[in-house]
T-cell receptor, first 113, second 113 residues
Framework: GQQLNQSPQSMFIQEGEDVSMNCTSS?????WLWYKQEPGEGPVLLIA???AGELTSNGRLTAQFGITRKDSFLNISASIPSDVGIYFC?????????????WGLGTSLAVNP | SAVISQKPSRDICQRGTSLTIQCQVD?????MFWYRQQPGQSLTLIAT?????????ESGFVIDKFPISRPNLTFSTLTVSNMSPEDSSIYLC??????????FGSGTRLTVV
C-alpha cells in the first residue's frame, strides 16, 4: 500500500540537542498527524495539523503542515532521555477511501544522556 | 480522548491455532480499526469494523484469516486464524476521535512458534 517518505530512519543524539524529522508524500493530504510509539505501547498522538501552513507546538515539540500539503516536519527542542521512541507521521485525505491514514515508516530516536 | 483496553497484551501461540484479540472502548464509536505492525515496521491497516455490518478488509487481508466481530459500539474482536510464524506481529486496535485524531490501544504482541 501507499506509504509516506519519512526521514531520517534513525537518529542518535546527545541530550539537549534539537531534532528534526520530516515526511513527504506524492499525494495531497488534509490532515497530518505525528505519533510517538514507545516499546510495548501503541502510538500516542503528539500533534495534529489540519491546515496548510499551520505551525503547532506541544511543549518542546513543533510541527508544521507544509504549504503544498504534501509534506510536514516535526521538531523536538532540547531533547531529553524520555524522548526516546519511534516517531511516525501519518497523512489523511478528506473523503471516502482517502480518509484512511497513510503512515510513514518511522524515525527511531535514541538520546544519549 | 477515548480510552482503549486491548487484551491480551501478549501471547505465545502454537502454529495452526487461533487467537482472538479483544478491544474495548470507554465510549461509543462508529468505526474501529485493526492494524498489524510487524517487527521494526510501520502500521498496516487490516480492516475497518463498523457496528452492524461486515468489516471492510484491505488488500492482502481476508476474512477467513482475520475474522472480525463488532457486536456493539464499544467492542470489537480480531481473530488471527490458523497461525503461522509469519503472523508474529503487534496487533493494534484504533478508533477515530474527532477531537484527538486516532487513538490506539496498547497492542497485542503475538509470537507464533
Amino acid at each position: 500500500g501507499q506509504q509516506l517518505n519519512q526521514s531520517p530512519q534513525s537518529m542518535f543524539i546527545q541530550e539537549g540537542e534539537d531534532v528534526s524529522m520530516n515526511c513527504t508524500s506524492s499525494s495531497i493530504f488534509n490532515t497530518w498527524l505525528w505519533y510517538k510509539q514507545e516499546p510495548g505501547e501503541g502510538p500516542v498522538l503528539l500533534i495534529a495539523l489540519y491546515k496548510a501552513g499551520e505551525l503547532t507546538s506541544n511543549g518542546r515539540l513543533t510541527a508544521q503542515f507544509g504549504i503544498t500539503r504534501k509534506d510536514s516536519f516535526l521538531n523536538i527542542s532540547a531533547s531529553i532521555p524520555s524522548d526516546v521512541g519511534i516517531y511516525f507521521c501519518a497523512g489523511q485525505g478528506n473523503a471516502g477511501n482517502n480518509r484512511k491514514l497513510i503512515w510513514g515508516l518511522g524515525t527511531s530516536l535514541a538520546v544519549n544522556p | 480522548s477515548a480510552v482503549i483496553s486491548q487484551k491480551p497484551s501478549r501471547d505465545i501461540c502454537q502454529r495452526g491455532t487461533s487467537l482472538t484479540i479483544q478491544c474495548q472502548v470507554d465510549s461509543q464509536v462508529t468505526m474501529m480499526f485493526w492494524y498489524r505492525q510487524q517487527p521494526g515496521q510501520s502500521l498496516t491497516l487490516i480492516a475497518t469494523a463498523n457496528q452492524g455490518s461486515e468489516a471492510t478488509y484491505e488488500s492482502g487481508f481476508v476474512i477467513d484469516k482475520f475474522p472480525i466481530s463488532r457486536p456493539n459500539l464499544t467492542f470489537s474482536t480480531l481473530t488471527v486464524s490458523n497461525m503461522s510464524p509469519e503472523d508474529s506481529s503487534i496487533y493494534l486496535c484504533s478508533v477515530e476521535d474527532l477531537s484527538y485524531g486516532y487513538t490506539f490501544g496498547s497492542g497485542t504482541r503475538l509470537t507464533v512458534v
